[in-house]
């Protein structure tokens, strides 16, 4: 059983250019979350989305970041315009659709992200 | 605001030492508490957890009690060894039926034989 695949696991990007980030929850799963890891910082949690729907954003910086989980395919995390403080790395998790274990994500590598 | 403070690292054993990482909690409601565990080139994944006050989360030799009178959930083992080396992360949630984890910044430990 495959665990939660992120894809790229690095990426550089220079100012001002868009990033994506893409997850892929585990098979069975049906719930993704995005936390983010600044340097010395524990993971912050930016949003949680389930199929085509966004439940909550609340961690989500207000201007250049969205994501989505589509009804096909892995999640995405988009940043446009990229700055360097998005310097980062940036975690995806996923939940079973049942059976849920309050505070049990399986998450995936990471992907980190360099903005020169 | 809710959130948690670990014990700064990194850590350094040798192996078979008695391990503790501190771990402490600012919570405003009544909070569950877990310990995650990121081995080198692994995602996270729970080590154990422990929903109400008195409980001890226990998993690979690894102990925590949660602490409601010192709002502390401390990660002890006996005796480390070499493949416990990873990042430790102590978290906790308020939202039962969700995820939304607070997480400490996390405390590396490396086990040396």
């Known amino acids: 059983n495959a665990g939660v695949m992120q894809n790229p696991r690095h990426l550089v990007r220079r100012r001002g250019q868009e990033a994506r980030l893409r997850c892929s929850p585990m098979k069975g799963h049906s719930h993704v979350y995005w936390y983010r890891q600044l340097p010395e910082e524990g993971l912050k949690f930016m949003v949680y989305?389930?199929?085509?729907?966004?439940?909550?954003e609340s961690g989500m910086p207000k201007e250049r970041f969205s994501a989505e989980f589509p009804k096909e395919g892995p999640s995405i995390l988009r940043i446009q315009q990229v700055v360097r403080g998005d310097s980062a790395a940036y975690f995806c998790a996923s939940s079973p659709t049942t059976g849920v274990i309050p505070g049990e994500l399986f998450f995936g590598e990471g992907s980190r992200l360099t903005v020169l | 605001g809710n959130s948690v403070t670990q014990m700064e690292g990194p850590v350094t054993l040798s192996e078979e030492a008695f391990l503790t990482i501190n771990c402490t909690y600012t919570?405003?409601?009544?909070?569950?508490l877990f310990w995650y565990v990121q081995y080198p080139g692994e995602g996270l994944q729970l080590l154990l957890k422990a929903t109400k006050a008195d409980d001890k989360g226990s998993n690979k030799g690894f102990e925590a009690t949660y602490r409601k009178e010192t709002t502390s959930f401390h990660l002890e083992k006996g005796s480390v060894q070499v493949s416990d080396s990873a990042v430790y992360f102590c978290a906790l949630t308020l939202i039962q039926g969700a995820q939304k984890l607070v997480f400490g910044q996390g405390t590396r430990l490396t086990i040396n034989p």
């Open positions: 919570a405003t409601g009544y909070p569950s």
């Open positions: 989305l389930q199929k085509e729907n966004i439940i909550d």
